[in-house]
């Protein structure tokens, strides 16, 4: 790629000789010629359709090698040099191909005060550590995979695995993470794609699994997981392709930890039966979650719509620690993953139901008032509780609907409780 080099700037047709490879490099090199301890560089850009995936691959490698970013976001280049200067940076970079053709794009660079690197000082020598760049082995990404990992040996699991991470981000993780294991990973919709053209990333409907649940009949695999969008939430598929409920996988996970659980108020008695009261409910949403986990210093966490937490140190969502867990004791107990869950199947569970109301409240206070000798509780919406069901009736956060769950210790009398409190509503 060095013929991109040109005597005084950086050029070339986009994605044929200037690729994201080619900008994370190019980062890491400036900060690297610019022989300083954290230095600061300004960046801006033109409004070519590829200066954007640019810019996230020049950031990411000025970030690799400690340097600080200053994003002046879209800019003329006469702004990027007046940056450099105002801002008392050691240098900038202008991503632009200036007058060349769409296809085009590339690199200015100067130093400080806005002075510029060119042939005769100081491109050349960028070019050379460009060339010869290190291998970077200390990236962010490898630092995360080493922390999700050291709990475990991969090498150990013998299984074949579905995982679909709907052309979202976690996709960027997936082939780092089990190359060095005996995992058989079938990985579907890999591609980073903004349009998402196999299906929504959104694993909660169910639509939106059935590629994976056919694959992994097809295929004859032991269990998929697919991801949302944000790779902040994961679901599971048995080796039959159905799905394993999020509580059903936390109440699995809390029984082999022996530590105290904290769920949301969505999700199935069975995980505070198992946990014999060692428990704590919770609303909905991440931000409450997390902070009652520190508050009162509370190992694991999780959520009905596939958010699994982990306090250890911090407090944040730990997908992979789930996987692994789950493949962990398939491998010690010699079962498959429905073999596993099938005790904690104890209860008939409804999955949340939408309902669009004009008032709100006056419904939750109309069932809230039919329900009243039940055990309520108030902490999210209503949930009322009764020997042989529960049903939670809850505003959505993100929408204009009311969600309903309901919980029976029968499908009959799931069944009927559904149509009683849906013709209440």
């Not at 400080?112 to 050379?128: D, F, Q, R, V, W």
Request: glycine share 6%; proline share 3%.
């Amino acid at each position: 790629m060095s013929n991109i080099f040109k005597a005084y700037d950086i050029r070339g047709v986009y994605k044929k000789e200037i690729t994201k490879e080619t900008a994370y490099n190019l980062g890491r090199a400036f900060v690297l010629f610019l022989k300083k301890e954290h230095p600061k560089i300004v960046v801006g850009r033109d409004f070519r359709a590829s200066s954007p995936q640019l810019f996230n691959s020049l950031k990411e490698g000025i970030l690799a090698e400690k340097g600080i970013l200053y994003d002046i976001e879209l800019s003329t280049t006469p702004m990027l040099y007046f940056a450099s200067c105002f801002l008392k940076t050691d240098g900038g970079i202008m991503i632009t191909a200036s007058h060349n053709p769409k296809e085009y794009n590339g690199f200015k660079i100067v130093g400080k005060n806005a002075s510029p690197i060119s042939e005769k000082t100081g491109l050349l020598e960028i070019k050379h550590i460009f060339d010869n760049l290190p291998q970077k082995e200390n990236s962010l990404k490898a630092e995360y995979i080493k922390h999700i990992t050291k709990d475990f040996n991969l090498k150990d699991f013998n299984f074949k695995i579905g995982i679909d991470t709907a052309n979202s981000v976690s996709g960027i993780l997936i082939d780092d993470l089990f190359k060095k294991t005996n995992l058989k990973v079938y990985h579907i919709n890999k591609e980073l794609d903004p349009d998402f053209p196999s299906h929504d990333p959104d694993p909660l409907q169910e639509k939106n699994l059935e590629q994976l649940s056919d694959l992994i009949k097809k295929e004859s695999l032991d269990l998929g997981v697919a991801f949302d969008g944000d790779g902040d939430r994961i679901v599971f598929l048995d080796e039959q392709g159905k799905i394993i409920s999020s509580d059903i996988v936390l109440a699995i996970i809390g029984d082999l930890l022996k530590e105290k659980v904290l769920y949301d108020l969505r999700c199935s008695n069975i995980i505070n039966e198992v946990m014999e009261g060692n428990t704590e409910v919770s609303r909905v949403g991440h931000s409450f979650i997390k902070q009652i986990m520190k508050e009162k210093n509370i190992y694991l966490g999780g959520e009905y719509s596939g958010h699994f937490y982990l306090n250890n140190k911090h407090c944040y969502e730990a997908p992979f620690f789930i996987l692994f867990k789950l493949l962990e004791q398939m491998q010690i107990a010699s079962k498959k993953l429905s073999e596993i869950a099938k005790p904690y199947q104890k209860y008939f569970h409804s999955g949340e139901i939408n309902f669009k109301v004009d008032n709100t409240n006056q419904v939750i206070k109309r069932i809230k008032e039919k329900y009243k000798h039940g055990k309520i509780t108030q902490v999210d919406g209503i949930r009322i509780d009764f020997n042989d069901f529960w049903f939670l009736l809850r505003a959505s956060n993100t929408e204009p609907v009311l969600r309903l769950i309901i919980e029976a210790k029968t499908k009959e009398l799931l069944e009927a409780k559904l149509k009683e409190i849906k013709a209440l509503i």
